[in-house]
């Protein structure tokens, strides 16, 4: 016992290093994880005084314990035992696959991360590209929704800004969920939309455990009050119509209301641009016929840098506008009670005829539905744009009598600088080599127009 034992020094170094980490794991590390998880709760309950909506606890779980929560779910475990019965694999093997799923899902928020660096970034980069305004929006009838009830902004998808965009103008409303597709996998988007509180959604997996993975933790999110933005289409615009929605988010969270429980109420959401970054990316797509897109993660990084360094020397000018209008709301507790029936395919309906009627006419997409019939000069575009201020009282136009002439002129300048219109002796028209772009912003405001006013698809 008193015997000498001689070690090497690299061996003893080795022992000391797994010492220190041990003691640390042990004591150490709970004592700071506690002193910092208690800081958290205090910086979270004093944000929650100057929100709209405070953070729901279930958005502020360890993500940990949201992972077990979700697996551990009855619904799940069944559906672990019937994947192991229709594929032949052990029911532990299906279980680690239904977690591995959970992990994939399951967002780390952090508050930190959502309030000082996404809002900023997101306030910063929406109004470097754009001239961000808020059209249609009843602060009224917003304020009149109950606190308690759970949010859902439905969105119609003309761009990823559209994540940016709606960030920033509902920063003082609540932290916001989303649903991304397989695009916000990639590190370091990863990590970073993960803890903004998005999870990820395999949109064309036909696997029945990971839908009901899925599904659940929608369920859960939605049962616990936490704000969510859906795109029910699923998918950028190709041709820059608005697309059929597909049900599968909507279905899980209309299968989550509770009549005796919270209310869930969706918010209609309409946005419209005067230049959509990625629309030659997304046309060459819907020409080929095939939803691939060929940018590459270094390309954009490349786009972005070039316009940070435009706006830092100050020679960046916004794309135009940026407007988003809000359309009335939508209670599943109002709804069920006037006698409607909560499924899925009849929301839909409902919500993207509110949505497509709120979509803003913007300058860019009014210039293009006239340029598509004919050339106009700039008096003409004047004029037959504003026709649309007294034939369309109802929609909401991104421009008044008083700047039209103005927003026409910065309009015609940017269409230019593209190379999307060729300047005539008195008149503009469309280029032939890159009409399909017209195209693509005409037809977003094409089914607020009447029929001899819409462009040729």
Not at 225 to 232: E, L, R, S, T, Y
Request: overall charge positive; proline content about 5%.
């Amino acid at each position: 016992m008193t015997s000498t034992v001689e070690l090497p020094l690299w061996l003893f170094l080795l022992i000391l290093l797994f010492a220190a980490v041990t003691a640390a794991s042990h004591l150490l590390f709970p004592s700071v994880r506690w002193f910092l998880r208690r800081r958290m709760e205090r910086a979270v309950s004093k944000l929650n005084q100057r929100l709209a909506r405070p953070i729901e606890p279930f958005k502020l779980l360890r993500r940990h314990d949201a992972i077990q929560r979700l697996v551990y779910d009855p619904e799940v475990s069944k559906a672990i035992v019937e994947h192991s019965r229709e594929t032949g694999e052990r029911e532990d093997v299906a279980f680690e696959r239904a977690k591995r799923y959970a992990r994939e899902i399951v967002p780390s928020f952090s508050a930190f991360t959502y309030f000082s660096i996404g809002i900023r970034a997101a306030r910063w980069l929406s109004k470097a590209l754009y001239n961000v305004r808020v059209g249609q929006f009843d602060e009224e009838e917003f304020r009149s929704i109950d606190r308690e009830s759970t949010l859902v902004f439905v969105i119609n998808h003309r761009s990823n800004m559209d994540y940016v965009l709606v960030t920033y103008l509902a920063a003082k409303q609540s932290a916001l969920s989303y649903a991304v597709g397989e695009w916000a996998r990639i590190w370091p988007l990863s990590w970073l939309i993960k803890s903004m509180g998005a999870y990820f959604v395999r949109r064309r997996s036909r696997n029945a455990l990971y839908r009901k993975v899925m599904e659940r933790y929608v369920q859960m999110a939605t049962q616990a009050g936490v704000a969510q933005a859906i795109f029910p289409e699923g998918g950028l615009s190709l041709n820059g119509a608005p697309a059929a929605p597909k049900l599968g988010l909507l279905q899980y969270i209309s299968k989550a209301y509770d009549p005796d429980g919270r209310d869930i109420v969706f918010v209609p959401v309409a946005l419209n641009y005067d230049r959509v970054l990625e629309d030659t990316i997304l046309v060459a797509a819907d020409r080929s016929g095939e939803r691939r897109f060929r940018a590459r993660l270094w390309e954009i990084a490349g786009f972005l840098g070039r316009q940070v360094w435009r706006k830092l020397r100050g020679r960046l000018k916004p794309f135009g506008n940026a407007v988003v209008n809000f359309g009335k709301p939508l209670s599943l507790r109002d709804f069920q009670a006037q006698g409607g029936a909560i499924d899925a395919e009849g929301l839909a309906s409902i919500l993207m005829g509110r949505i497509a009627q709120a979509v803003p006419i913007l300058p860019i997409p009014a210039i293009a539905t006239c340029l598509l019939h004919r050339p106009y000069s700039r008096e003409e575009l004047i004029s037959a744009i504003g026709l649309l201020l007294k034939s369309e009282p109802g929609a909401d136009i991104g421009f008044t009598p008083e700047t039209l002439p103005a927003e026409i002129d910065g309009a015609l300048e940017q269409l230019l600088g593209r190379d999307l219109i060729l300047q005539q002796t008195e008149s503009y028209a469309p280029n032939p080599e890159r009409i399909d772009i017209l195209r693509f912003y005409a037809n977003s405001i094409q089914h607020l127009l009447p029929g001899d006013a819409a462009p040729a698809s």
